[in-house]
Each structure stands twice: as structure tokens, then as C-alpha cells.
């Protein structure tokens, strides 16, 4: 490695955030139209031969309508049929998926259901008991991933603010 090139090294050492890294490796995923319970036509591919990287902190998948963006992030996230998946790997930190990280994990989805008459504090605690095994994690600790998350989010402020869409006066909204 060139002398300028080991120090852009260093320095993205430097700003890189703490975190897990995912990695998704030749992802190839199908589905089956079906009729009443019965295959027709052929296996449509969502994915072909999709691969990348996500790092800790901010990252953004792109592309227009229709593209696989919502069913990419299924796929990493073990929200698709597995029968599905054709080939690929997923990966955390260079180790395979395993259902204890998917159960502790997850990612907002464009028409996620939260109770509109629930603050983000409670929504968020409400998540975290239906996903985090009482053997597990306390009450206290699931109160502490909730703080932590609101604070990763910037939503400290407004985390006691009902998420409800609307109210007489308008909109409610949160200044992120």
C-alpha cells in the first residue's frame, strides 16, 4: 500500500463509527407466483447477484421504483422466505446471520405500524419487549437500548412526544 493511500486509511480509521459491519455477498432471490396455492409461470428474480457493504452509521440504498431496494433489505434482514434465497450469503463482522442477531435487530420499514397514541419513547419499549428475550434482557436493560437508540436517533428531545400523525391542531413533528 502507497504512503498516501495508508494515510486516507488512517484517517477513515478515524471517523469510522463504532458498530457492526454488514456484508451481503451474491445475493440471488426469487419468488413464485401463485394461484389459490399453486405455482404459475415462472420464478420471477428480485435480486440477481447483489453485493455490498454496510458500515456503521449512515447508509443509503438507492434506486428508482420497483428496483429491489425494500426487498434487498428483507433479504439481509431475514424478513423473505429463506426457500426463496438461491444464493448468497449474509454476514456481521465476517460471521453468518444467526436468528439470536435478527430477533435483537431491525430496521423501520416505509409502512411500519407504531401506535399513534403511544410517545416514540413507549412505541420504541413496546418493540423492544416483543423482540428481546425476558431471559435475556431486563426490563432495565431494554429501558437502556430505548435511551440509547433515541439518543443514536437524535430524538431525545421529543421522545415524550405521541406519534400519532395528526392531531386537531395539525401535524405533529419532531425537529430532528
Known amino acids: 500500500m502507497a504512503k498516501d493511500e495508508q494515510a486516507v486509511s488512517d484517517i477513515e480509521d478515524c471517523f469510522q463509527e463504532p458498530g457492526p459491519t454488514v456484508t451481503f455477498t451474491r445475493l440471488h432471490y426469487c419468488i413464485q407466483e401463485k394461484k389459490f396455492c399453486r405455482k404459475i409461470g415462472p420464478e420471477k428474480h428480485i435480486l440477481r447477484d447483489v453485493s455490498g457493504i454496510m458500515r456503521p452509521g ?36 465476517g460471521k453468518p446471520v444467526t436468528s439470536e442477531l435478527r430477533l435483537s435487530s431491525a430496521y423501520v420499514v416505509q409502512d411500519d405500524i407504531v401506535m399513534g397514541t403511544l410517545s416514540v419513547r413507549e412505541n420504541l419499549l413496546f418493540s423492544a419487549n416483543l423482540r428481546l428475550n425476558p431471559k435475556h434482557y431486563s ?14 436517533l437524535g430524538l431525545v428531545d421529543c421522545a415524550n412526544t405521541k406519534v400519532s400523525k395528526s392531531s386537531p391542531r395539525g401535524p405533529v413533528t419532531c425537529n430532528v
Open 58 to 93: 449512515m447508509n443509503a440504498i438507492m434506486g428508482a421504483t420497483g428496483s429491489g431496494k425494500t426487498s434487498l433489505l428483507d433479504v439481509i434482514a431475514g424478513r423473505k422466505d429463506p426457500a426463496g434465497l438461491r444464493q448468497g450469503t449474509v454476514q456481521v463482522n
Open 139 to 152: 426490563s432495565a436493560d431494554k429501558q437502556k437500548r430505548v435511551n440509547s437508540i433515541l439518543q443514536d
